[in-house]
């Protein structure tokens, strides 16, 4: 029956990564909707893993971050990415990975209050679901999407079908949030146009369940890159990376076809029996026997959506970025376009902010998934040198047999070779270290006041390797450890801000940006916490960081939005300082 509706104020359609957790952070706001999903429950495949420091802190503000850590590999299992002959056979390099380069772990630690973590998609979903129906969300898994439409400004009709009873069925809702993945249906109803770059091929997923720990004790790590140059290889498998799953019995073996193969030939298929070879062979070890638990095929895509919202509806994580899975990058971008979007319509919803304010979404976010794709795709890229100093591009067998011999050669011949292959390991560093591309973001909209700044200031100092810590508003708030003259639990600066409020932060001589704080909450209605740190203040600088990285006087403040970025500053006390704040308030929430 299509004439039966249900109203809700907020659909959500798709409960992968990103719609999970954007229902995880309405439920924080005390919204409530329905999420709908057309697969049967949640992740089935392992896809997405590392969760970055960035993601991290988004969780944290609601509290979920320890269910997170509790569930994922961490510490050693994380140290490493390994280039192998096979599991059991020669290694060739390794390289730190995910902060435990000895040179690199400072500045990690000192970036935010978490640390990476490896959570497989099929431990990560759960959380979120299991979190979003705690808070009020109904989940319907098994019912697809059919049609959209918008009768009204104001209202959105989704045609939607029970996949098990076949009903169809109507929801009329103020917001529809586009959560669906890579195949949006929601993206393809309102027809935003994808801006698309050619693809790098198609890759095989083969998730095998194998006892692996005897071949890891000595080299531990996540991430194996296994190649055999003087083997002829299947059209789909001509390079190996192996993914850990659960330390040390689940893995994921994504198999890459050779540039130069045609992806969309039956060469590309293959039989149960043949991905077990594949795997065994990779593996390197008769006494481990591999089960194969599922096998699935991704294009490597590099695709971004020209914007991501169009009147009340609002599309996120994969529906509008699609790319490789290097650099981690993937839920992690779908978390925070998520924790972006969620403050901004509970604003919107209750009142507290004008329409405006909802159209800095796109605006701030789709910037960011150019980045993002255009990162993981080159991290990919960055593989292309080793793989050629390996002889791994050479299609003919003999031509790869000599290359492996130059690497044995004494003279001049193999200490090149041997050079360009180690010039290149160190080259995907970028993939493993990417703290910049990570916590760099830089928001530019209506939602951030400068007045004393503009991006420039931060023109040759930022990287993909590198944070570059700064209060530059549109940047993410720095972190510090803080804590009270008489010691206690240390806190970050990051757990001070967020949970739904705005922040001001000052130092001694800001009394009255506190006071200001407070009788701009007060006037406008909208939730401001004011902290003081330093001397004798309401939080130490103990690590004496704080005063470095604030870039403004002490009496000078920051303002900080619920997402955690910060909106203004001013660099010093100034007069009838309250009017200030409340036009600059008003300014960032189209009041």
């Known amino acids: 029956m299509t004439g039966t509706i249900v109203k809700t104020d907020l659909l959500i359609v798709g ?6 957790s954007l229902a995880c952070f309405l439920s924080s706001h005390g919204l409530r909707g329905i999420m709908i999903s057309a697969a049967p429950g949640t992740a089935e495949t392992p896809r997405a893993h590392i969760t970055n420091m960035a993601a991290l802190e988004c969780l944290r503000d609601i509290g979920l971050d320890k269910d997170c850590i509790a569930a994922a590999s961490h510490g050693d299992n994380m140290q490493h990415t390994i280039w192998c002959h096979s599991m059991a056979g020669p290694e060739y390099a390794r390289t730190y990975s995910w902060g435990h380069d000895p040179c690199r772990k400072g500045d990690y630690e000192t970036a ?13 979903e759960p959380i979120l679901v299991r979190r979003a129906t705690h808070g009020g969300w109904s989940v319907r898994f098994n019912t697809t999407l059919l049609k959209l439409s918008r009768p009204a400004d104001d209202e959105t009709i989704c045609q939607v079908q029970d996949n098990l009873t076949g009903q169809v069925y109507r929801i009329q809702s103020r917001f529809v949030f586009g959560c669906d993945g890579a195949r949006s249906q929601v993206v393809r109803e309102i027809a935003i146009p994808l801006i698309k770059k050619p693809g790098q091929g198609l ?29 002829e290889y299947p059209p789909w498998g001509w390079m190996t990376c192996l993914r850990m799953v659960k330390p040390w019995t689940e893995w994921m073996f994504i198999f890459l076809p050779h540039p130069s193969e045609d992806m969309t030939g039956p060469a590309m298929n293959a039989t149960e029996e043949e991905y077990i070879a594949k795997v065994k062979e990779i593996i390197g070890d008769d006494s481990v026997v591999p089960e194969i638990l599922n096998v699935s095929k991704w294009w490597i895509n590099e695709i971004v959506a020209e914007y991501y919202s169009d009147g009340n509806i609002f599309c996120l994580g994969d529906a509008v970025h699609r790319h490789p899975p290097f650099n981690g990058l993937g839920s992690n971008t779908c978390i925070q376009d998520a924790f972006n979007l969620a403050w901004k319509i509970a604003y919107a919803v209750s009142g507290k902010a004008g329409p405006a304010l909802l159209k800095t979404y796109s605006v701030e976010r789709q910037p960011v998934g150019v980045d993002v794709i255009t990162r993981a795709n080159e991290g990919l890229r960055d593989h292309s040198p080793w ?4 002889g791994m591009l050479e299609p003919n067998l003999q031509d790869r047999l000599a290359i492996q011999a130059e690497f044995n050669d004494q003279g001049e011949k193999g200490r090149q070779r041997r050079r360009d292959f180690t010039q290149a390991i160190k080259r995907t560093v970028k993939e493993f270290h990417g703290l910049g591309v990570e916590m760099n973001q830089l928001y530019s909209s209506s939602a951030i006041c400068r007045e004393e700044d503009s991006p420039s200031t931060l023109v040759g100092k930022c990287d993909v390797e590198r944070y570059c810590v700064t209060t530059l508003p ?3 708030l720095p972190h510090s450890w803080l804590n009270s003259r008489i010691p206690g639990p240390k806190v970050s600066t990051v757990d001070l801000a967020g949970h739904g409020r705005f922040c001001l932060f000052t130092g001694p001589g800001g009394q009255a940006w506190k006071d200001a704080a407070a009788s701009v909450s007060n006037t406008l209605g909208i939730p401001i916490n004011s902290y003081s740190i330093g001397w004798s203040q309401d939080y130490e600088d103990v690590y004496c960081e704080w005063e470095s990285k604030r870039q403004v006087e002490e009496d000078g403040c920051l303002l900080v939005r619920p997402d955690r970025f910060v909106a203004w500053r001013c660099s010093s006390m100034i007069p009838d300082c309250a009017s200030r704040l409340e036009a600059v308030v008003k300014s960032i929430l189209s009041l």
Do not use: Y
């Not at 409960?15 to 999970?20: E, K, V």
């Open 474 to 476: 549109g940047s993410r």
């Open 387 to 390: 793989m050629k100093a390996m």
């Open 112 to 124: 935010s209050p978490c640390s990476h973590v490896d959570i497989p998609q099929t431990d990560l």
């Open 203 to 231: 890759a095989v997923n083969v998730l095998v369940k194998a006892d692996m720990s005897h071949l890891v004790k000595h080299r531990k790590g996540n991430l194996h890159w296994v190649f055999r140059p003087e083997k």
């Open 15 to 20: 409960a992968g990564p990103a719609g999970a």
